[in-house]
Nanobody, 121 residues
Framework: QAQLVESGGGLVQAGGSLRLSCAAS????????MGWYRQAPGKQRELVAA???????NYADSMAGRFTISRDDAKNTVYLQMSSLKPEDTAVYYC???????????????WGQGTQVTVSS
């Protein structure tokens, strides 16, 4: 089994920046795609950004140009650099990773516990 632990959330003023981190640990053979999702109160969870094992990235339209996703495979960690934050970015941010625990097992999705990001106006 693997675990994902997020860090870096908090309270920031509009226009500010935050950097989220998510470290995978446990029994890991390989990590495929990694990504960040968010869920605001009363809304469905939505994709923020994703990055493949090859480094290709994908962003939600409203985050493109403001957020940057990256990964450090040596540390099994994915990052989300968020800039020009807006009050509407307030949400719980969740890390996701598709992990294979051994060479003979298939991949499965893992989720972090979530980290709160609050942007004040």
């Amino acid at each position: 089994q693997a675990q994902l632990v997020e860090s870096g959330g908090g309270l920031v003023q509009a226009g500010g920046s935050l950097r989220l981190s998510c470290a995978a640990s446990g029994i890991i053979f390989s990590i495929n795609a990694m990504g960040w999702y968010r869920q605001a109160p009363g809304k469905q969870r939505e994709l923020v950004a994703a990055i493949t094992s090859g480094g290709s990235t994908n962003y939600a339209d409203s985050m493109a140009g403001r957020f940057t996703i990256s990964r450090d495979d040596a540390k099994n960690t994915v990052y989300l650099q968020m800039s020009s934050l807006k009050p509407e970015d307030t949400a719980v941010y969740y890390c996701n990773a598709r992990i294979r625990s051994s060479s003979w097992m298939g991949e499965r999705d893992y989720w972090g516990q979530g980290t709160q990001v609050t942007v004040s106006s």
